[in-house]
């Protein structure tokens, strides 16, 4: 993880260096077992030793996925425990029935589920999550879209390491630009516009 984020960190003095400041030093254990023991998730070694380098990033509208805010092991936590409650407060129900979603295969048909944990947020309820309860054909650990108003589904990676290793290679290729408004975005992406 220490050379992803090393190669991370050097694409962005190279072309985003006001992205740098906005990283936030490493987690502490206690935060990481408070997680764990909140959510009852198995934490994966490799998002441990991510998050024990740089625990997100600060509070900015520039975010460092595709404009997307790295979230803090705190503000996971708190999506977490958001879902969490509007799950078992009957939110994911209309009519009676219960909302399902339309998910690629290996993604349980669930609008939420609790094994599933954001670290990414577009501040408006659209993540990106490990997912700890696949469905057949998917991975223990996956990292999957999650979208509050849309039905799909997509399973980006099949683990967290597979995700970083493919999102700082895609910086590196060039698929993704710095945008002032809205940090890191891909050049395809509606972000990727002049203010």
């Known amino acids: 993880m220490q050379e992803y984020w090393t190669r991370w960190?050097?694409?962005m003095r190279n072309h985003a260096?006001?992205?740098v400041s906005i990283l936030n030093p490493g987690t502490s254990y206690n935060?990481?077992?408070?997680l764990e023991t909140l959510t009852g998730l198995p934490i994966p070694d490799s998002f441990r030793i991510f998050y024990a380098i740089h625990n997100g990033q600060k509070s900015s509208r520039a975010g460092l996925?595709?404009?997307d805010k790295l979230l803090s092991i705190k503000e996971i936590a708190e999506e977490w425990t958001s879902?969490?409650?509007l799950l078992e407060n009957g939110a994911f129900t209309h009519n009676g029935e219960?909302?399902?979603?339309e998910p690629d295969t290996g993604i349980r048909p669930e609008w939420w589920n609790t094994n599933w944990l954001p670290f990414t947020s577009d501040g408006l309820g659209n993540h990106l999550c490990l997912d700890f309860d696949p469905a057949s054909g998917g991975n223990i650990g996956q990292i999957i879209t999650m979208w509050h108003d849309d039905t799909h589904r997509e399973v980006i990676a099949s683990s967290f390491e597979d995700w970083v290793k493919n999102y700082i290679t895609s910086l590196e290729n060039g698929e993704y630009v710095y945008q002032k408004k809205w940090g890191i975005v891909r050049k395809?992406?509606?972000y990727n516009f002049k203010d």
């Open 188 to 190: 395809d992406s509606r």
């Open 98 to 101: 219960v909302l399902r979603s």
């Open 65 to 67: 996925v595709n404009g």
């Open 9 to 11: 960190e050097l694409w």
């Open 31 to 34: 935060d990481m077992k408070d």
């Open 17 to 19: 260096p006001k992205m």
């Open 83 to 85: 879902w969490k409650n």
